[in-house]
């Protein structure tokens, strides 16, 4: 009798584990609301294993080598571009997907620029690369009229060396770092020419000694506490270091600055690798992630715009009436979207950065 009730049990503890249904999400860090992945779980019964990156180039190596195990990825539409054309993504089968009908038709349209049709993937978040300054600290240091407003107080060393002692940070992004240089220094932004890039990392070498760190996540919180006073970063994670400094009533002040020389625009998609374990989870994520009232509260968390038309009237108005987060007209005049390197581009990209970073 023993003996036959183990069995049933350990053949219903089968049957339940075979049903169980998992979802891996691989996504940039400091992107989600709190309560996004318990709301899809309890929704769908699917257990969600959420892992974080903070740069495009470490999502580019794992999905390039293959079998990652991820069901969601979100590249950056440049960088998916590229992978696209190296068959890392399935097309999305949009009859899973009925929530697109929520998508802003106008951004949809520009993101397909990157991925014709939009075929392999969704806007998740998009943003700006701009700076974020502690405007005290600043202040103390390079006085009133400090050049807040420019890249000038990036990428000169008179400005620079002076904010050296409340701690400077760079994104360790080459591929938006040094576009920024090139375009301070009145070149293209979307070039590809070698010595186009090679002026714009000289540029960035004249004030390497006055950085403290090259780094992609780690500033959110050094601004927060007021550990650094300048770093170049993205839209919403300055948002919420400011945010955060706020909450914690500390006396920080946190600006987000679009410098008046432009900034990139990017968007981050969501797409799912083409080895993916589990695509019917994965569609049933990017579909959940397009309901409006679920993308306005990854919106009001994290201070990203989206590219959710019907989720507008849910964003805090705060969020929406912010230029810096959803730049008016004038604004976006100065947007430039990010080119699409070939290898070999990508190569000197890569050989530059390390130079710059490392001094050799
Ligand atoms: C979130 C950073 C996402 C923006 N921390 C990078 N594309």
Redesign the pocket.
């Known amino acids: 009798m023993k003996t036959i009730l183990v069995s049933a049990f350990a053949l219903m503890a089968g049957s339940a584990l075979a049903q169980e249904q998992v979802l891996n999400i691989y996504n940039?860090?400091?992107?989600i609301a709190e309560d996004t992945i318990a709301k899809f779980e309890a929704e769908t019964g699917i257990k969600v294993n959420y892992d974080v990156y903070?740069s495009?180039e470490v999502l580019e190596a794992k999905m390039l080598a293959g079998n990652s195990g991820y069901d969601i990825v979100v590249p950056?539409s440049d960088f998916l571009r590229r992978q696209i054309a190296a068959g890392v993504y399935q097309p999305l089968d949009k009859s899973k997907l009925p929530n697109l009908k929520h998508m802003d038709a106008a951004l949809m349209e520009k993101a397909s620029a990157y991925d014709e049709d939009n075929t392999h993937s969704v806007i998740y978040?998009w943003?700006t690369t701009g700076f974020g300054i502690n405007t005290n600290a600043v202040a103390e240091r390079l006085g009133e009229d400090a050049p807040t407003d420019s890249w000038a107080l990036i990428f000169e060393p008179d400005n620079l060396s002076k904010l050296q002692d409340c701690g400077v940070s760079l994104l360790d992004a080459p591929t938006e770092m040094l576009p920024a240089a090139m375009n301070y220094l009145g070149l293209d932004p979307r070039s590809t020419a070698r010595e186009d890039f090679e002026a714009g990392a000289a540029k960035i070498e004249s004030v390497r000694d006055y950085i403290r760190y090259f780094h992609?996540?780690q500033y959110i919180s050094d601004l927060a506490n007021g550990d650094t006073c300048v770093a170049v970063g993205?839209s919403?994670?300055v948002f919420q270091a400011q945010a955060r400094a706020d909450e914690a009533d500390n006396g920080v002040e946190i600006e987000y600055v679009i410098p008046k020389e432009g900034a990139l625009q990017?968007f981050?998609m969501m797409a799912i690798p083409t080895d993916a374990p589990n695509p019917d989870a994965a569609h049933a994520f990017i579909n959940f992630v397009m309901d409006p009232q679920i993308t306005a509260d990854i919106t009001n968390y994290?201070w990203?715009a989206n590219g959710n038309a019907a989720s507008m009237e849910l964003v805090d108005a705060e969020i929406t009436g912010d230029p810096a987060i959803f730049p008016d007209d004038a604004t976006k005049q100065n947007l430039w979207p990010a080119a699409v390197y070939d290898s070999r581009t990508d190569r000197v990209v890569t050989r530059l950065w390390t130079k710059v970073k490392t001094g050799q």
């Open positions: 940039w860090s400091d992107y903070d495009n950056t978040m943003g992609s996540s993205w919403g994670d990017w981050d994290v990203y």
